[in-house]
């Protein structure tokens, strides 16, 4: 940073309410570390916002003096993309408000709030919004995305929850954007990712859930796995919506309902969630109990949030994580039997091959109703690698990749953004198939000089 730059950065550290934070400032390091331990970033200036005015100031003075800018909301996302080098990073971590406005169902979010936040904010009042599965993610990457998660087949995708959000464009203007107002810039932020500006609050619907569901789990071994995942297929095709069903292909975790001899070895896992009447969830599931000889099952009614952290303590920030992933309209045998194949080969007890249902609501929205276009997608794969060591990385890699092409003939086309890596920039144009034109052109509109490009880009 030149001299100019230093007094500079005093200067925006009195415009502002949030904390400035440079290399020097003892709690820096902390505010660079994000979920995947395998980027490293560092920012020259951190501006840990508390408002929009907060924002809009961060913009400007990015803008002002040609720094990158990256945005960052609970920093979750595998890309990186929350942390720039050199630049400078909008931290919102700090602005993480929820307000319930109970009758008319709706919640309003701050761009800093975990799904943690959001579900015990929502469940005080007995409501809830579909979003992901793991509650230290964060609202903001997660919705502008798309977001899934337990209550999308009832419910649709987060976005179809969204009502509207407040954003500070590049040019530092404060806009309102819902179907009534902006209603381009609200199409695009609805799975466009953050291109298109820095969102400041969220709006979405609420529906009544819980606080009770039904949830738990049932694990198969792998030896039977054909077996169990082509009925699971079968199953899932008439359950009714208030019913998800997951599959995870793994090494079994220590789960203490799980005899110690099965502890590692290759497992089927089914979790399991339903958010009609919990006293009905016994007889929905147990035809499951048919699919195999489970290795041990776990379920009951439990409080919605608590299901809503049920995998946190697996996916704990940290760890190196290299992600691949491919949506499926069907499952075909094929694509089974290459998923079992690879799952007999994890290249470390951390690693999983996980199916996320979507289907359902999710599945009746046009494509073209907003920027998320996939609508015909009924499962997610997720390729998750994960493993502890810088030494792990190249063989790890080397087998989420060929897993991933393996996968590839029986997949449909497109991806989901919020699922790829930093190396997968030439999916993006894919990943929004026929969207992609418009979203190009509204970012033009926008965003013209592409200062919001640390993010699965669409370029102007
Ligand atoms: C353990 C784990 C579990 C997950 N489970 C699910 C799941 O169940 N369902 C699902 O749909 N996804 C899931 N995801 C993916 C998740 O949706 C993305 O990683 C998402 O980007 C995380 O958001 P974040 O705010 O935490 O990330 P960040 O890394 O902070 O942000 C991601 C990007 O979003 C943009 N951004 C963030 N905040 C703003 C803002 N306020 N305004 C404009 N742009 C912004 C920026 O471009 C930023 O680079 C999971 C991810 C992890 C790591």
């Avoid at 091959?353 to 073209?368: D, K, Q």
């Amino acid at each position: 940073m030149t001299g100019l730059r230093d007094r500079e950065t005093v200067q925006l550290a009195g415009r502002v309410n949030g904390r400035v934070l440079r290399p020097t400032d003892s709690d820096y390091e902390e505010a660079c570390k994000i979920w995947n331990g395998m980027i490293q970033r560092h920012p020259a200036i951190i501006v840990q916002c508390r408002s929009a005015d907060d924002v809009r100031q961060a913009i400007n003075f990015a803008r002002r003096h040609d720094l990158e800018l990256s945005v960052r909301g609970a920093g979750h996302n595998i890309a990186g993309n929350a942390l720039c080098e050199g630049g400078l990073t909008i931290d919102l971590s700090t602005m993480r408000h929820v307000r319930v406005a109970e009758a008319e169902r709706r919640a309003y979010v701050g761009p800093g709030a975990t799904l943690g936040d959001f579900d015990a904010a929502v469940q005080r009042h007995g409501l809830a919004t579909p979003v992901g599965i793991n509650s230290t993610t964060g609202i903001a990457g997660l919705t502008l995305g798309g977001g899934f998660g337990w209550l999308t087949r009832k419910y649709g995708m987060t976005i179809d929850n969204l009502v509207s959000a407040d954003v500070i464009t590049a040019d530092g203007k404060n806009l309102h954007a819902s179907e009534d107002e902006n209603s381009d810039l609200f199409w695009a932020l609805r799975g466009g990712g953050g291109n298109f500006g820095v969102v400041t609050q969220f709006e979405f619907q609420l529906h009544p859930v819980g606080p009770e569901v039904f949830a738990g789990l049932i694990v198969f071994p792998l030896e039977q796995g054909k077996q169990v995942m082509q009925r699971y297929r079968e199953f899932v095709a008439s359950a009714p919506e208030e019913l998800s069903v997951w599959a995870v292909l793994r090494h079994a975790p220590p789960l203490p309902f799980l005899p110690e001899n099965v502890h590692g070895k290759g497992v089927v896992v089914l979790p399991v969630f339903y958010c009609g009447n919990p006293a009905q969830g016994e007889e929905l599931v147990s035809p499951l109990r048919d699919f195999g000889d489970a290795f041990g099952e776990h379920f009951g009614p439990q409080p919605y949030v608590q299901w809503q952290q049920a995998f946190d303590a697996l996916l704990t920030p940290g760890a190196r994580n290299y992600w691949k992933s491919h949506n499926f309209v069907e499952l075909r045998d094929e694509a089974l039997d290459t998923m079992i194949e690879y799952a007999r080969r994890l290249p470390s007890p951390q690693c999983e091959i996980f199916l996320g249902l979507i289907s359902g609501a999710a599945n009746r929205v046009p494509p073209s109703a907003t920027a998320y276009a996939h609508r015909d997608a009924k499962f997610v794969m997720n390729v998750h690698g994960r493993w502890e060591e810088p030494a792990q990385d190249e063989i790890g890699i080397a087998w989420a990749r060929s897993f991933f092409q393996a996968s590839a003939p029986y997949a449909s086309a497109g991806a989901y953004v919020n699922f790829m890596t930093e190396d997968e920039t030439d999916r993006v144009a894919a990943a929004y198939g026929t969207n992609y034109a418009r979203l190009a052109e509204i970012k033009k509109r926008y965003d013209a000089e592409n200062i919001f490009h640390l993010n699965q880009n669409i370029k102007p």
